[in-house]
């Protein structure tokens, strides 16, 4: 008598699947503030690694760049809309700026967030 090993061996494939897309970070419905200070601690400090931020202070031939990181200290969220995983959400953020402002500025703006393999993160 043979032995079917087609089921068994179909549902183990499912229960891997299914707790592999669990790991992932997929998640349905909006991020909430502790996913979006990640990712947005994540965006900055990608730009920090690249170099910071640039601001060339030239006029009439004298040229001088200051550059500065972006250090991030909170995240509020006020209001996310989307759908299927990506999100615009209206937040305030507090950031400091050395060496140029090294106490915390309060900042309103709107991120789109995507929520992917590797958990969310902040689209330009």
């Known amino acids: ?13 499912t229960a891997l699947l299914t707790s592999a897309l669990a790991g ?3 998640r349905d419905g909006p991020p909430d503030a ?13 730009r920090n690694e ?3 931020i640039r601001i060339d202070l030239g006029s009439a031939g004298a040229f001088r760049e200051i550059r500065f ?3 991030l200290h909170h995240v509020t969220v006020h209001d996310c809309t989307g759908q299927q995983r990506v999100y615009v959400c209206d937040i305030t953020y507090l950031a400091s700026f050395p060496p140029v402002k ?10 789109t967030l995507f929520d992917g393999p590797g958990g969310w993160r902040v689209v330009e």
């Not at 996913?35 to 994540?42: K, P, Q, R, S, W």
């Open 69 to 71: 990181d972006i250090r």
């Open 24 to 26: 992932c970070g997929l």
């Open 34 to 46: 502790g996913d979006i200070e990640d990712a947005l601690g994540d965006y900055f400090e990608h």
């Open 102 to 111: 090294e106490e915390t500025e309060s900042i309103r703006t709107r991120a």
């Open 1 to 13: 008598m043979r032995t079917n090993i087609f089921w068994p061996a179909m549902l183990l494939a």
């Open 50 to 52: 690249r170099g910071g």
